[in-house]
């Protein structure tokens, strides 16, 4: 909202959108917003990256000719507060829980004394 009010109050039109992600592979990201937007150009904080599946809602913002992506909608299921999950189209995911508990794939946890509970080896 900041960034959008700043950019506005210049005289520039362009604002930060919702979209959809349309094509999603390495060489090429697209999205669908007010207009169907090529090679976008997304931003993570740094040591993160992913690459959103095509159906993913993005936040856009106009730059340069193209657009930037600033994140994808949170799905914040399951987590309290001050808590992190990362999670991959496929299912697999980590969870960072407020008590120092790490939980994988929603089965096997790891406490904070390093005890480990729901895993078998095969």
Known sequence: MWLS??????GNTPTAEKGE???SS????????TQKLRNITGYSPYGFCSLA?????????PVSGS????????NINGLAAGEVKIYSKGGASIELKNDGTIVLNGTVKIDGKGHITGWQAN
Not at 5 to 10: D, G, L, S, T, V
Not at 53 to 61: H, R, S, W
Not at 67 to 74: D, F, S, V
Request: net charge positive.
């Open 26 to 33: 390495p060489k090429n990201w697209e999205a669908f917003a």
């Open 21 to 23: 992600v349309t094509l």
């Open 53 to 61: 599946p095509a159906g993913t809602e993005v936040l856009l913002l």
């Open 5 to 10: 009010r700043k950019i506005n109050k210049k």
């Open 67 to 74: 657009a930037a992506a600033l994140g994808t909608k949170a």
